[in-house]
């Protein structure tokens, strides 16, 4: 886990991007918000889960597609089943008949992968091999764009996986959210990190969190474990 020097607080401009432990610095800039331009922003984060959330809301909310979004949604295609079949309507809208045989092209030569993801997962299942069910979930958000998806991987590997294993997961979490649902996803990971003893990871993140004046409860959460002096 990075240490605090290690998050980035501004947004990066395009082309640059950042990893997901960086990206905890940005958490209040983003995770909270729906606008156009938060989703936009989440693109800036070098993670396919983020970016498919990112595309789909932008799709969703009749976004026209500049050549930024257009380069990190073709790359992202190579791994979503779902952002392909997304981004055909928009490429027809752009006139970009180049790019739609593309994926046409990708869609050929993965579509049968993507078909035995369901019976891999029953496959890890039956052998409770937690960190291949994590990694499958998200695989099947990619595929699927199915939010229950992305919530299961998360709630796997915090119940299933060792602590420093399941974080990433976790953070990841927090960029798939709204201003009605983050405070939960909030809430459930420093509860996480305080039950697992984190004490280095809890106090990293609490002024990062604590910023976030609109979610009071987690807030209340985190004053109180500090002023208990159980982290």
Do not use: C
């Not at 640059?16 to 610095?25: C, D, P, R």
């Not at 959330?53 to 799709?59: D, E, N, S, T």
């Not at 050929?108 to 496959?123: C, H």
């Not at 960029?175 to 459930?188: A, R």
């Amino acid at each position: 886990m990075a240490t605090n020097n290690k998050f980035i607080y501004e947004i990066p401009s395009a082309p640059e991007e950042v990893n997901l432990t960086q990206s905890i610095g940005i958490i209040p800039k983003i995770a909270s918000f729906t606008t156009v331009q938060s989703y936009v922003d989440r693109l800036r984060i070098h993670d396919p889960v983020i970016r498919v959330y990112a595309i789909k809301a932008l799709i969703n909310k009749g976004v026209r597609f500049n050549d930024e979004v257009l380069t990190v949604a073709m790359h992202v295609a190579q791994m979503s089943s779902y952002v392909r079949q997304l981004l055909v309507p928009e490429l027809i809208r752009l006139f970009r008949f180049d790019l739609i045989d593309r994926i046409i092209e990708m869609e050929k030569q993965l579509s049968d992968k993507v078909g035995e993801l369901p019976k891999i997962l029953m496959q890890k299942q039956f052998e409770n091999n937690y960190a291949e069910q994590v990694a499958l979930h998200e695989l099947l958000f990619l595929q699927t764009g199915d939010m229950y998806h992305a919530n299961l991987a998360a709630n796997i590997s915090r119940e299933r996986l060792p602590w420093k294993e399941a974080l990433k997961h976790n953070i990841r979490l927090l960029f798939l959210q709204n201003e009605h649902t983050l405070q939960s996803s909030l809430l459930n990971l420093m509860q996480f990190l305080e039950r697992e003893s984190a004490k280095d990871v809890f106090m990293a993140l609490s002024p990062i969190i604590h910023s976030l004046e609109e979610h009071k409860l987690v807030r209340v959460y985190i004053i109180g474990i500090k002023t208990m002096k159980i982290v």
